[in-house]
Protein backbone atom coordinates (compact mmCIF):
# COMPACT_ATOMS: atom_id res chain seq x y z
CA UNK A 1 0.00 0.00 0.00
CA UNK A 2 2.52 2.11 0.93
CA UNK A 3 4.59 1.53 -2.20
CA UNK A 4 1.27 2.50 -4.19
CA UNK A 5 0.57 6.29 -2.43
CA UNK A 6 4.22 7.15 -3.00
CA UNK A 7 4.05 6.17 -6.93
CA UNK A 8 1.20 8.47 -7.42
CA UNK A 9 3.19 11.27 -5.63
CA UNK A 10 6.15 11.32 -8.02
CA UNK A 11 7.30 13.95 -9.76
CA UNK A 12 6.32 13.15 -13.63
CA UNK A 13 9.16 11.72 -15.56
CA UNK A 14 10.24 14.23 -18.26
CA UNK A 15 11.44 12.30 -21.45
CA UNK A 16 15.09 12.83 -23.08
CA UNK A 17 14.86 15.18 -26.19
CA UNK A 18 15.21 12.08 -28.23
CA UNK A 19 11.84 10.70 -27.31
CA UNK A 20 9.61 13.69 -27.66
CA UNK A 21 7.36 14.32 -30.65
CA UNK A 22 9.48 15.75 -33.87
CA UNK A 23 8.64 18.71 -34.44
CA UNK A 24 10.26 22.05 -36.02
CA UNK A 25 12.47 23.32 -33.64
CA UNK A 26 14.28 27.36 -33.73
CA UNK A 27 16.63 28.68 -31.12
CA UNK A 28 15.66 31.18 -29.05
CA UNK A 29 13.70 33.59 -29.07
CA UNK A 30 10.84 32.31 -30.18
CA UNK A 31 9.30 33.80 -33.57
CA UNK A 32 6.36 34.40 -32.11
CA UNK A 33 7.62 36.14 -29.03
CA UNK A 34 9.44 39.00 -31.98
CA UNK A 35 7.41 42.61 -31.76
CA UNK A 36 4.87 42.06 -34.32
CA UNK A 37 6.79 44.47 -36.51
CA UNK A 38 10.00 42.59 -35.93
CA UNK A 39 8.37 39.54 -37.65
CA UNK A 40 7.12 41.69 -39.98
CA UNK A 41 10.69 42.45 -41.39
CA UNK A 42 11.62 39.03 -41.47
CA UNK A 43 8.44 37.76 -43.63
CA UNK A 44 7.58 37.81 -47.31
CA UNK A 45 4.75 39.85 -48.36
CA UNK A 46 2.50 39.29 -50.92
CA UNK A 47 -0.27 41.09 -51.67
CA UNK A 48 -3.02 39.97 -54.52
CA UNK A 49 -6.45 41.89 -55.23
CA UNK A 50 -9.21 39.70 -54.83
CA UNK A 51 -13.19 40.31 -55.94
CA UNK A 52 -15.52 39.17 -52.95
CA UNK A 53 -19.07 37.89 -54.03
CA UNK A 54 -21.11 39.62 -56.10
CA UNK A 55 -18.79 40.57 -59.59
CA UNK A 56 -16.02 42.06 -60.79
CA UNK A 57 -17.37 45.35 -59.81
CA UNK A 58 -17.85 44.04 -55.60
CA UNK A 59 -14.69 45.07 -52.78
CA UNK A 60 -12.83 46.45 -55.64
CA UNK A 61 -10.58 47.64 -53.59
CA UNK A 62 -10.36 44.68 -51.29
CA UNK A 63 -6.43 43.40 -51.27
CA UNK A 64 -5.68 39.70 -49.58
CA UNK A 65 -2.33 40.17 -47.47
CA UNK A 66 -0.11 36.69 -48.01
CA UNK A 67 2.84 36.07 -45.35
CA UNK A 68 5.47 33.83 -45.25
CA UNK A 69 8.00 33.20 -42.52
CA UNK A 70 11.02 31.62 -44.57
CA UNK A 71 12.92 29.58 -41.74
CA UNK A 72 10.30 27.46 -40.71
CA UNK A 73 8.37 27.77 -44.27
CA UNK A 74 5.08 28.87 -42.02
CA UNK A 75 2.08 30.98 -43.68
CA UNK A 76 -0.68 32.84 -42.99
CA UNK A 77 -3.14 35.24 -45.10
CA UNK A 78 -6.07 37.29 -44.39
CA UNK A 79 -8.58 38.57 -47.26
CA UNK A 80 -11.72 39.43 -45.35
CA UNK A 81 -11.00 43.23 -45.41
CA UNK A 82 -11.34 46.28 -47.73
CA UNK A 83 -8.11 47.70 -46.51
CA UNK A 84 -4.62 45.73 -47.39
CA UNK A 85 -3.04 47.45 -44.35
CA UNK A 86 -5.99 45.53 -42.08
CA UNK A 87 -5.64 42.20 -44.05
CA UNK A 88 -1.75 42.65 -43.38
CA UNK A 89 -2.81 42.94 -39.29
CA UNK A 90 -4.48 40.11 -39.48
CA UNK A 91 -2.49 38.14 -41.52
CA UNK A 92 0.30 38.57 -38.85
CA UNK A 93 -2.23 37.63 -35.93
CA UNK A 94 -2.68 34.68 -37.48
CA UNK A 95 1.03 34.03 -38.85
CA UNK A 96 2.02 34.81 -34.75
CA UNK A 97 -0.30 32.09 -33.24
CA UNK A 98 0.06 29.97 -36.39
CA UNK A 99 4.36 29.90 -34.87
CA UNK A 100 3.09 29.24 -31.74
CA UNK A 101 1.26 25.78 -32.06
CA UNK A 102 3.83 24.54 -34.86
CA UNK A 103 7.42 25.89 -34.14
CA UNK A 104 8.95 25.26 -30.46
CA UNK A 105 12.09 26.86 -29.36
CA UNK A 106 13.63 25.41 -26.22
CA UNK A 107 12.41 25.20 -22.54
CA UNK A 108 13.98 26.03 -19.47
CA UNK A 109 12.95 22.82 -18.36
CA UNK A 110 15.64 21.43 -20.35
CA UNK A 111 17.94 24.07 -18.33
CA UNK A 112 18.01 26.50 -21.11
CA UNK A 113 18.12 30.30 -20.49
CA UNK A 114 15.56 32.51 -21.45
CA UNK A 115 15.29 35.62 -23.64
CA UNK A 116 14.50 39.09 -21.38
CA UNK A 117 11.09 38.80 -23.58
CA UNK A 118 10.89 35.18 -22.49
CA UNK A 119 11.97 36.12 -18.62
CA UNK A 120 9.31 38.92 -18.81
CA UNK A 121 6.41 37.31 -20.23
CA UNK A 122 6.41 34.68 -17.60
CA UNK A 123 7.43 36.36 -15.04
CA UNK A 124 4.24 38.58 -15.54
CA UNK A 125 1.71 35.36 -15.68
CA UNK A 126 3.28 33.60 -13.41
CA UNK A 127 0.91 32.64 -10.80
CA UNK A 128 -2.46 33.74 -12.57
CA UNK A 129 -4.75 32.24 -13.79
CA UNK A 130 -3.97 32.50 -17.46
CA UNK A 131 -7.25 34.06 -18.87
CA UNK A 132 -5.91 36.00 -21.37
CA UNK A 133 -7.99 37.50 -23.91
CA UNK A 134 -7.53 36.85 -27.80
CA UNK A 135 -7.35 40.64 -28.11
CA UNK A 136 -4.41 40.47 -26.05
CA UNK A 137 -1.24 40.54 -27.93
CA UNK A 138 0.88 38.29 -25.50
CA UNK A 139 -1.30 35.66 -26.05
CA UNK A 140 0.83 33.72 -29.01
CA UNK A 141 3.98 34.24 -27.02
CA UNK A 142 2.28 33.01 -23.96
CA UNK A 143 1.33 30.06 -26.01
CA UNK A 144 4.18 29.25 -27.82
CA UNK A 145 6.46 29.06 -24.33
CA UNK A 146 3.39 27.02 -22.74
CA UNK A 147 3.78 24.57 -26.10
CA UNK A 148 7.42 24.43 -25.43
CA UNK A 149 7.34 23.58 -21.65
CA UNK A 150 4.44 20.64 -22.55
CA UNK A 151 6.31 19.31 -25.60
CA UNK A 152 9.39 18.85 -23.15
CA UNK A 153 7.43 17.61 -20.53
CA UNK A 154 5.26 14.95 -22.83
CA UNK A 155 2.08 16.72 -22.89
CA UNK A 156 1.94 16.28 -18.67
CA UNK A 157 0.16 19.55 -17.52
CA UNK A 158 1.30 18.70 -14.18
CA UNK A 159 4.69 18.67 -14.97
CA UNK A 160 4.28 22.14 -16.19
CA UNK A 161 2.43 23.62 -13.79
CA UNK A 162 4.92 24.89 -11.46
CA UNK A 163 7.14 26.46 -14.01
CA UNK A 164 4.22 28.97 -14.66
CA UNK A 165 3.49 28.55 -10.39
CA UNK A 166 -0.32 27.88 -11.75
CA UNK A 167 -2.49 24.73 -11.76
CA UNK A 168 -2.63 22.17 -14.27
CA UNK A 169 -6.62 23.35 -14.65
CA UNK A 170 -5.06 26.82 -15.61
CA UNK A 171 -2.51 25.75 -18.37
CA UNK A 172 -5.42 23.43 -19.77
CA UNK A 173 -8.02 25.76 -20.42
CA UNK A 174 -5.44 29.17 -21.97
CA UNK A 175 -4.95 26.16 -24.52
CA UNK A 176 -8.34 24.91 -25.15
CA UNK A 177 -8.93 28.81 -25.58
CA UNK A 178 -7.11 28.28 -29.02
CA UNK A 179 -8.08 25.28 -31.13
CA UNK A 180 -5.35 23.92 -32.75
CA UNK A 181 -2.80 24.40 -29.64
CA UNK A 182 -5.40 21.75 -27.88
CA UNK A 183 -5.08 19.75 -30.94
CA UNK A 184 -0.91 19.72 -30.66
CA UNK A 185 -0.88 19.03 -26.99
CA UNK A 186 -2.77 15.68 -27.49
CA UNK A 187 -0.90 14.71 -30.45
CA UNK A 188 2.12 15.29 -28.06
CA UNK A 189 -0.17 12.91 -25.30
CA UNK A 190 -0.72 10.36 -28.01
CA UNK A 191 3.25 10.49 -28.83
CA UNK A 192 4.42 9.49 -25.31
CA UNK A 193 0.96 7.04 -25.48
CA UNK A 194 -0.77 9.07 -23.18
CA UNK A 195 -4.75 9.65 -23.42
CA UNK A 196 -5.81 12.34 -24.76
CA UNK A 197 -7.46 15.74 -22.69
CA UNK A 198 -10.73 16.53 -23.03
Known amino acids: MADSSSHTHEAP ?3 AP ?3 LP ?7 HPALLHPDQLLETCDLRTQRRSGPGGQHRNKTSSGAFL ?8 AEATERRSQA ?8 RLRFRLAVEVRSPSPIDGHEMSSEENRL ?3 YQSQSLKISDRNSDKPAVLALLLNDLHACGGQPSAAGPFWKTSTSALVRLIKSHPSAFVFLNQIRQHHGRLPLR
Open 13 to 15: EIP
Open 18 to 20: DQR
Open 23 to 29: VALVNNP
Open 68 to 75: HYPPTNTT
Open 86 to 93: DNRKIALE
Open 122 to 124: RKQ
